[in-house]
């Protein structure tokens, strides 16, 4: 039978109903499954569950089910949430709720929400704990603007305020801006075309101490020390928008035909709490729509795709040339590799999309991978320049240090995966000993440190790999007498192998492939005689020549 839950209780209007919930979170972010007892319910805090530990009191709670996986494990929890008195729980899905698990919700009387398999929990609990604050009543012209909606927020914020209004992210990038009659100066004009607070007014916003007061306080910050400044510097307000405990931007307001004087703070105290629901409701439009385009892209990579998602999803001409480049973190940063790659995604996409190249980002693990458009004028260096500049710059901004590996320019996404396969093996070969390699020139030993090479540079060792490989699977390419030659050196301690590998590397250069192993060159004459006499290899052969190496190379790696 349905447990019965309370009416709302019309004394307390301040008490947030679930319907107001989804309503402030938009019904697209969660999808209600079940609501035994409707939407009119009360509702508190959301509450993170631990399946681990049993579920403490929470009553109305909004419980986020983490890490249950299985319709079993989303019944189990459907009902401990509603003994401990939770109004209702918010789970993953998969596909459609089961019909046992909306039973469950209807026999326990807790409504069922479903949320969207790409936002993260963390940002969910944060959503769900900042659209729980009621606006203030006397703040009620700020609500109107729908949720997301930064432009008509900025709006709103300035018709209610009286000045013209910027809305911008930690970083100072102008994520909105009103467009209504108010003054404005020089500094807002500059902030305005370039999308962005100009460079020498966040120098002189941080020398007079505007950032350390905006950044530590919840209050109304007012800034007028730039009066009689040389360039004209309107005094503005100020306010943080917090979330959480975590920093989500800031509101900014020009002083224009009248004084912002105590009320136009307190205000805008209320605006600040209103936008931080926008704010997190814009990010997450942007987390998801992120997630779905990394999917598009890594449905082509792996050959998944012929072409029909990423183009309605990326937008992505499929007829254009392109190139894979795949970046791996070192093996300084292997414990965190994943969110290392975040951070170079990030990195790679600002950075291609600074200097106007289009390419198209995501990770997956430790590496990512960018599929960049080639312009049929560039030339064949244009991806190696773009990836050392990348590597270069994760290593001074992130302390990370990258390989970078570039495949073949290919036209037609049905041939992409070919390119990241190549891309793939080339960080392979890099990563074989570090991203270090040695090589023999004239007795000297060089050491070379690659971070960055493309397939055609590396083509030979990407085809032995591939060869290798190859053995691998078949075992019988190993057999004959490099093997014999490999068993007889474990047994007697002999040099057979270390004389044929001299041999080979020397050209066939008897002076030098006797130096390389420290012995005379009749002695090392007489012991290519002895490979030939008592294993059978007839060096003068060149298809033997050519097997013997291969296996010899094969061996080496085993």
């Known amino acids: 039978m349905t ?47 631990d399946v681990s530990e049993s579920l403490p009191p929470a009553d109305d709670a909004v419980v986020l089910a983490l890490g249950v996986d299985s319709d079993r494990g989303r019944v189990a929890v459907v009902r401990q949430a509603a003994d401990a008195g939770a109004a209702a729980v918010v789970v993953k899905l998969p596909g459609e709720a089961g019909a046992e698990l909306r039973a469950a919700a209807e026999d326990a009387g807790v409504a069922l929400l479903a949320a ?87 120098q002189r916003l941080h020398d007079a101490g505007v950032f350390r007061r905006l950044w530590q306080t919840d209050e109304v910050v007012r800034i007028t020390d730039f ?5 004209e510097y309107l005094p503005r307000l100020a306010v943080a928008v917090r979330a959480g405990g975590e920093l989500l931007g800031s509101i900014w307001v020009i002083e224009g035909r009248q004084p912002l004087g105590p009320e136009e703070e307190r205000i805008l105290n209320d605006a600040a709490r209103i936008a931080a629901l926008h704010l997190l409701r814009h990010r997450t439009a942007t987390d998801v729509e992120r997630h779905q385009r990394a999917r598009a892209l890594l449905s082509v990579l792996e050959g998944a795709d012929d072409g029909g998602l990423a183009e309605g999803v990326l937008g992505l001409e499929a007829d254009r040339p392109m190139t894979v480049v795949a970046f791996e973190v070192g093996s300084e940063a292997e414990a965190s590799g994943a969110i290392a790659a975040g951070r170079v995604a990030d990195l790679v996409a600002v950075y291609c999309e600074s200097y106007r190249r289009e390419a198209y ?12 458009v080639v312009d049929a004028v560039e030339d064949s260096h244009s991806g190696e320049m773009l990836a050392s500049a990348i590597v270069e710059r994760a290593g001074n901004a992130l302390r990370l240090q990258l390989r970078a590996g570039i495949g073949s320019t290919v036209t037609g996404l049905g041939t992409v995966a070919a390119s ?38 590396v083509r030979p060792q990407v085809f032995l790999r591939r060869l290798q490989e190859l053995a691998g699977k078949t075992p019988d390419l190993l057999v004959g007498q490099v093997v014999a030659l490999a068993e007889q050196d474990a047994a007697k301690g002999t040099a057979w192998v270390q004389t044929l590998r001299a041999y080979f590397d020397a050209y066939g250069d008897m002076a030098s492939a006797a130096a390389a192993v420290s012995v005379h060159p009749n002695t090392f004459r007489y012991r290519l005689r002895r490979i030939t006499e008592v294993f059978g290899l007839d060096l003068n052969d060149p298809d033997a020549r050519l097997v013997a190496e291969l296996q010899l190379r094969f061996l080496d790696q085993r």
């Open 3 to 49: 447990k019965s839950r309370p009416r709302p209780n019309a004394e307390a209007p301040s008490a947030p109903t679930l319907r107001a919930l989804i309503e402030r979170l938009q019904p697209a972010l969660l999808e209600v499954v079940s609501a035994p007892h409707g939407l009119d319910v009360p509702v508190s805090d959301p509450l993170l569950l």
């Open 116 to 202: 969207p398999q790409e936002l993260a929990w963390g940002h969910l609990y944060t959503l769900l704990l900042t659209a729980a604050v009621r606006p203030a009543p006397e703040s009620a012209g700020l609500s109107e603007a729908p949720l997301g909606d930064l432009f008509a927020l900025a709006n709103a914020v300035a018709a209610v305020v009286g000045g013209a209004t910027t809305i911008e992210d930690p970083s100072n990038h102008v994520l909105a801006y009103s467009n209504l009659e108010h003054p404005i100066d020089a500094a807002r004009q500059q902030t305005i075309l370039g999308r962005q607070v100009p460079t020498e007014w966040i």
């Open 227 to 231: 009066i009689g400044d040389k360039v």
């Open 361 to 372: 980002c995501a990770a997956t693990g430790p590496r990512v991978y960018a599929l960049v």
């Open 420 to 457: 990241r396969r190549e891309a793939d093996e080339v960080l392979e070969v890099l990563g074989a000993d570090a991203g270090r390699r040695t090589a023999t020139i004239d007795r000297r030993v060089a050491t070379i440190d690659r971070r960055v090479a493309t397939i055609d540079s």
